[in-house]
Protein backbone atom coordinates (compact mmCIF):
# COMPACT_ATOMS: atom_id res chain seq x y z
CA UNK A 1 0.00 0.00 0.00
CA UNK A 2 1.30 3.42 -0.77
CA UNK A 3 1.77 5.77 2.02
CA UNK A 4 -0.13 9.12 1.57
CA UNK A 5 2.07 11.91 1.03
CA UNK A 6 0.14 15.53 2.01
CA UNK A 7 2.63 17.30 0.35
CA UNK A 8 1.92 16.11 -3.36
CA UNK A 9 -2.14 15.80 -2.66
CA UNK A 10 -2.63 19.24 -3.23
CA UNK A 11 -1.15 18.60 -6.65
CA UNK A 12 -2.34 15.06 -7.33
CA UNK A 13 -6.29 16.33 -6.80
CA UNK A 14 -8.24 17.76 -9.76
CA UNK A 15 -8.44 21.59 -9.94
CA UNK A 16 -11.64 23.30 -10.61
CA UNK A 17 -10.04 24.62 -13.69
CA UNK A 18 -9.06 21.03 -15.25
CA UNK A 19 -12.67 20.46 -14.60
CA UNK A 20 -13.96 23.27 -16.36
CA UNK A 21 -11.61 23.07 -19.23
CA UNK A 22 -12.94 19.36 -19.51
CA UNK A 23 -16.53 20.70 -19.52
CA UNK A 24 -15.58 23.20 -22.03
CA UNK A 25 -13.58 20.68 -24.16
CA UNK A 26 -16.71 18.66 -24.24
CA UNK A 27 -18.89 21.23 -24.78
CA UNK A 28 -16.76 22.48 -27.74
CA UNK A 29 -16.74 18.61 -29.19
CA UNK A 30 -20.62 18.59 -28.67
CA UNK A 31 -20.85 22.15 -31.06
CA UNK A 32 -18.14 20.67 -33.67
CA UNK A 33 -20.53 17.22 -34.08
CA UNK A 34 -23.26 19.34 -34.34
CA UNK A 35 -21.98 21.93 -37.34
CA UNK A 36 -20.66 18.55 -38.91
CA UNK A 37 -24.13 16.88 -38.88
CA UNK A 38 -25.80 20.51 -39.99
CA UNK A 39 -23.42 20.31 -43.35
CA UNK A 40 -23.81 16.76 -44.11
CA UNK A 41 -27.79 17.00 -43.98
CA UNK A 42 -27.59 20.56 -45.75
CA UNK A 43 -25.90 18.89 -48.05
CA UNK A 44 -27.44 15.77 -48.96
CA UNK A 45 -30.71 17.95 -48.90
CA UNK A 46 -29.07 20.72 -51.50
CA UNK A 47 -28.63 17.57 -53.91
CA UNK A 48 -32.42 15.81 -53.28
CA UNK A 49 -33.82 19.42 -54.01
CA UNK A 50 -31.30 19.87 -56.87
CA UNK A 51 -32.03 16.27 -58.60
CA UNK A 52 -35.71 16.64 -57.84
CA UNK A 53 -36.06 20.25 -59.86
CA UNK A 54 -34.27 18.75 -62.57
CA UNK A 55 -36.43 15.98 -62.75
CA UNK A 56 -39.39 18.44 -62.97
CA UNK A 57 -38.03 20.95 -65.46
CA UNK A 58 -37.48 17.58 -67.59
CA UNK A 59 -40.74 16.50 -66.89
CA UNK A 60 -42.51 19.73 -67.90
CA UNK A 61 -40.53 20.03 -70.65
CA UNK A 62 -41.38 16.20 -71.96
CA UNK A 63 -44.95 17.43 -71.26
CA UNK A 64 -44.77 19.99 -73.41
CA UNK A 65 -43.35 18.33 -76.33
CA UNK A 66 -45.38 15.36 -76.22
CA UNK A 67 -48.72 17.59 -76.28
CA UNK A 68 -46.95 19.71 -79.19
CA UNK A 69 -46.57 16.10 -80.76
CA UNK A 70 -49.93 15.48 -80.44
CA UNK A 71 -50.93 18.27 -81.46
CA UNK A 72 -49.76 18.03 -85.17
CA UNK A 73 -46.17 16.79 -85.38
CA UNK A 74 -42.38 17.42 -84.35
CA UNK A 75 -41.76 19.61 -87.43
CA UNK A 76 -44.24 21.10 -89.82
CA UNK A 77 -41.81 21.03 -92.84
CA UNK A 78 -41.15 17.35 -92.30
CA UNK A 79 -44.99 16.67 -93.54
CA UNK A 80 -44.79 18.82 -95.73
CA UNK A 81 -47.77 21.20 -94.28
CA UNK A 82 -47.15 24.64 -92.87
CA UNK A 83 -49.49 24.54 -90.23
CA UNK A 84 -48.42 26.61 -86.87
CA UNK A 85 -50.06 24.14 -84.64
CA UNK A 86 -46.90 22.11 -84.92
CA UNK A 87 -44.25 21.45 -82.70
CA UNK A 88 -40.97 23.42 -83.76
CA UNK A 89 -37.43 23.54 -82.66
CA UNK A 90 -37.98 27.37 -82.35
CA UNK A 91 -41.08 26.70 -79.92
CA UNK A 92 -39.73 24.85 -77.69
CA UNK A 93 -37.06 27.23 -77.07
CA UNK A 94 -39.04 29.79 -76.77
CA UNK A 95 -41.52 27.73 -74.23
CA UNK A 96 -38.17 27.27 -72.19
CA UNK A 97 -37.39 30.72 -72.53
CA UNK A 98 -40.40 31.88 -71.27
CA UNK A 99 -40.51 29.21 -68.30
CA UNK A 100 -36.71 30.64 -67.19
CA UNK A 101 -38.04 34.30 -67.24
CA UNK A 102 -40.98 33.41 -65.05
CA UNK A 103 -38.75 31.51 -62.67
CA UNK A 104 -36.43 34.59 -62.57
CA UNK A 105 -38.65 36.74 -61.84
CA UNK A 106 -40.52 34.41 -58.93
CA UNK A 107 -36.96 34.33 -57.05
CA UNK A 108 -36.88 37.69 -57.31
CA UNK A 109 -40.10 38.54 -55.83
CA UNK A 110 -38.81 36.01 -53.35
CA UNK A 111 -35.52 37.95 -52.66
CA UNK A 112 -37.48 41.04 -52.11
CA UNK A 113 -40.41 39.47 -49.64
CA UNK A 114 -37.28 38.27 -47.82
CA UNK A 115 -35.39 41.34 -47.56
CA UNK A 116 -38.51 43.18 -46.32
CA UNK A 117 -38.96 40.67 -43.60
CA UNK A 118 -35.40 41.42 -42.41
CA UNK A 119 -35.97 45.06 -42.47
CA UNK A 120 -39.39 44.69 -40.76
CA UNK A 121 -37.78 41.51 -38.27
CA UNK A 122 -35.72 44.09 -35.88
CA UNK A 123 -37.51 45.64 -33.59
CA UNK A 124 -36.69 49.61 -32.79
CA UNK A 125 -37.05 51.07 -29.34
CA UNK A 126 -35.19 54.61 -28.88
CA UNK A 127 -33.08 54.91 -26.53
CA UNK A 128 -35.35 57.84 -24.65
CA UNK A 129 -37.59 54.73 -23.24
CA UNK A 130 -35.18 53.69 -21.04
Known amino acids: MESLNLNTLATSLPTPYQNAEKDLLN ?3 AAALSITTLYRSSRSASKRAYNAGYAAACNDLLMMI ?3 VSVGGIDASESGSSSESGMTIGKVMDWIEAR ?3 IKS ?3 EEDEEEEKEKGTSYFYCP ?3 F
Do not use: D, T, V, Y
Request: glycine share 6%; proline share 0%.
Open 27 to 29: NFK
Open 66 to 68: QQG
Open 100 to 102: MEA
Open 106 to 108: REE
Open 127 to 129: LEA
